[in-house]
């Protein structure tokens, strides 16, 4: 079957509805534990351990465990892609909590180890170096705990940005799973010697339950939830279209498309059973869905996306998502401003669509030079409906000089009542940092601007 891109509503899928949350009842619940689990550990008799220096470094050591593995468990429920939480903050922020909570989480556990060994090793009178063999020789687990907090190290060692660059990302993604398995040798240990679990069975349940109800979440949305709709939709490649310099479009058929709930505005985490099978890449929707087929564009960035024009027709997709929350589902503006850079566009391109002829809509769009403009084409006509504007603007800061598109003045020149707009913002990161500056500038309310960050154009 071949598809050929249609720009227009078509038969679009009905999304089901997401659970309703918000970010405030996140933080609120997060609280609620922290102080909980600070409570337990008092009733335990934490405070009375304090009137001495070895005491003061076991309890510091206790806190630091409880803490950190507790924020363990949010890591893995941030990347859970439950719904609801996709919702309420969308993946940019949730990558960014989950990147720092996973700092934090290893640097509370390291001083969990540090704080634990010296505490002991005051109160037996042996050396830390000796204190800490005899823990990782004679306690049980132990040494399993040691083993997760070496893989956790490892993780946050290669997350730092300098060593995240200088390795692919199918490199990266490996080396990130050992998250995993980290956590549930932790747990172990957890259960047999941690503060919490020592004749408290009100505790225990407790920790198991967060446990179990974490797991049963990353299993549910992160698992279950894509080989159903795998299983019933049935993804193919229907065609692969080149649409410019190291940029090509995928279009994917199925069954029951109509069923399938994505929005323009989304990605999807899509692995192609061909090469490099087993590993997934995020692409967003690039064409409003519309029941029939679901279309992403990928830009070579010199991983598996650079063999992307290669797909052959018919190769089996498996397919999760969809997700994000760059969409119009929050809405509440009756007119819009699209701001794209780059390969930013994509998501860009599938809400101009959805929403032309609708709604007055405005798409800037920005690339360093013309033949990098991806969708042109189509653009134009999209452009034919009522109310659509299109700005393009292709050069770079050199090329520009003192004229900077993305300024306060040049947008409020282009889009004059653009503080009544509805803004979505897609491209590099410093491309989103001014363009987000100049539209708070302009009295348009935080949350009116809906963002993702593409960090290549």
């Not at 109509?258 to 323009?264: G, N, V």
Request: glycine share 8%; net charge negative.
């Amino acid at each position: 079957m071949t598809a050929v891109a249609h720009p227009g509503r078509g038969t679009p899928a009905t999304p089901e509805s997401r659970l309703s949350i918000r970010p405030e009842d996140v933080v609120g619940f997060l609280a609620a534990n922290i102080i909980l689990i600070l409570a337990m550990w008092i009733r335990h008799g934490g405070l009375d351990q304090l009137g001495t220096i070895a005491g003061l470094a076991t309890a510091t050591g206790q806190l630091t465990a409880l803490i950190g593995t507790f924020l363990s468990l949010i890591q893995l429920l941030l990347m859970s892609r439950a719904p609801w939480l996709d919702a309420a903050f969308g993946r940019d922020r949730l990558a960014y909590a989950h990147r720092w909570i996973g700092f934090a989480t290893v640097w509370l556990i390291v001083g969990h180890a540090i704080f634990t060994t010296i505490g002991f090793a005051m109160s037996s009178g042996e050396s830390v170096l000796g204190e800490l063999w005899v823990l990782i020789t004679t306690w049980d687990f132990v040494l399993m705990a040691t083993v997760s907090l070496g893989l956790l190290i490892a993780v946050a060692v290669t997350s730092v940005r300098l060593a995240r660059r200088s390795m692919s990302y199918e490199t990266w993604y490996g080396i990130h799973l050992y998250a995993y398995l980290a956590i549930a040798l932790g747990f172990a240990h957890q259960l047999v010697v941690g503060t919490d679990f020592v004749d408290d069975p009100i505790a225990r349940i407790y920790w198991i339950a967060l446990y179990v109800m974490t797991i049963g979440t990353l299993i549910a949305f992160r698992f279950g939830s894509p080989v159903l709709a795998n299983l019933r939709h049935r993804f193919r490649v229907a065609n692969v279209v080149h649409e410019g310099p190291g940029v090509v479009s995928i279009y994917l058929t199925g069954h029951e498309l109509e069923r399938f709930p994505a929005r323009a505005g989304q990605y999807l985490t899509i692995r192609f059973m061909t090469w490099g099978w087993w590993r997934s890449h995020p692409y967003s929707l690039s064409a409003d869905p519309n029941g029939r087929w679901l279309r992403v564009t990928i830009k070579d960035l010199g991983d598996d996306s650079a063999r992307a024009h290669e797909l052959p027709i018919g190769t089996l997709a498996i397919v999760e998502g969809a997700y994000g929350n760059l969409t119009t589902e929050q809405m509440t503006a009756d007119r819009a401003l699209l701001i794209a850079g780059g390969i930013g566009v994509t998501p860009l391109r599938a809400i101009l669509e959805e929403l032309a002829g609708l709604v007055p809509v405005t798409l800037i769009y920005r690339a360093r030079h013309r033949h990098d403009i991806v969708f042109g084409r189509e653009i134009e006509v999209l452009a034919q409906e009522p109310d659509v504007v299109i700005d393009y603007q292709v050069g770079s800061r050199r090329t520009w000089g003192s004229h900077d598109p993305l300024s306060a003045d040049a947008i409020e020149r282009l889009v004059p009542d653009v503080a009544r707009r509805e803004v979505y913002l897609c491209g590099p990161s410093g491309f989103m940092d001014a363009a987000q500056e100049a539209v708070l500038e302009l009295g348009v309310p935080p949350r009116r601007i809906h963002q993702e960050r593409f960090f290549d154009d």
